[in-house]
């Protein structure tokens, strides 16, 4: 069941290795490299945020999951999380903190991610996560050479978020309706491609927004969308 999360996990873990070779390159070409990782993101971010069936709904989530977001500081305690292991990992990457929150947030937040949970989690079938794993371990190595061995760390949090869908998933799946469990898929990865839109544009430099603290949005979504199926 959990095979392909951890398969996940593990090519972080060897693309952040990988990286790590790379530290000595340019500043400039980091920053290129970096940039480019920030375009690429973008239009992931776009092409799932256009999915959207219910933009107003997606809105709405979005503004609530941020006031309780902010309320909670989630972005402010992922920072000291990572600043924690920064002190004790790498007392000399001043970046450390900035590449774990930045590359968990690359990995966690998407559809492929969920889907690819849920079907580990339910059926078996982990090539949806394989798919994943090619993808987050090229930009793992990527991540580290511009932001040092915090990337590595970023795959606890991709074990735990993908491990625990899958878990719930291998229990609950078959008590949720086909047509409702389509609708939460797509409506999911359109607001997940709002937050990785806002994680391209702060990679380019052009903004500084706390995206961390959009996560709760999602669950405003799945609950309003509860509400309306059930309605």
Request: proline letters at 1%; a neutral charge.
């Amino acid at each position: 069941m959990l095979t392909g999360v951890f398969i996940n996990g593990l090519a972080i873990v060897m693309g952040s290795l990988t990286g790590v070779l790379l530290r000595n390159i340019s500043e400039e070409m980091k920053e290129t490299v970096t940039k480019g990782i920030g375009l690429g993101v973008i239009a992931l971010g776009i092409q799932m945020t256009i999915s959207t069936q219910s933009f107003t709904l997606i809105m709405i989530s979005l503004s609530i999951g941020a006031l309780i977001g902010e309320a909670l500081k989630i972005e402010t305690y992922m920072n000291k999380f990572g600043l924690f292991l920064q002190k004790h990992f790498s007392k000399s990457e001043s970046s450390f903190a900035e590449g774990f929150v930045t590359a968990s947030l690359i990995f966690v937040i998407g559809s492929l991610g969920i889907v690819g949970a849920i079907q580990s989690g339910a059926t078996g079938n982990h090539e949806t996560l394989y798919t994943k794993a090619v993808m987050d371990g090229f930009t793992a190595v990527m991540l580290t050479a511009s932001f040092g061995y915090g990337v590595l760390f970023s795959s606890i949090p991709v074990v735990l978020y993908q491990g625990s869908i899958a878990i719930l998933a291998n229990f609950l799946v078959q008590l949720i309706p086909a047509n409702f469990m389509d609708e939460l898929m797509n409506e999911i990865s359109a607001i997940g491609g709002l937050m990785i839109l806002g994680i391209g544009l702060n990679l380019l430099q052009l903004t500084k927004l706390r995206v961390s603290n959009f996560l709760p949005g999602i669950i405003i979504l799945i609950l309003l969308l509860s509400l309306k199926f059930v309605m």
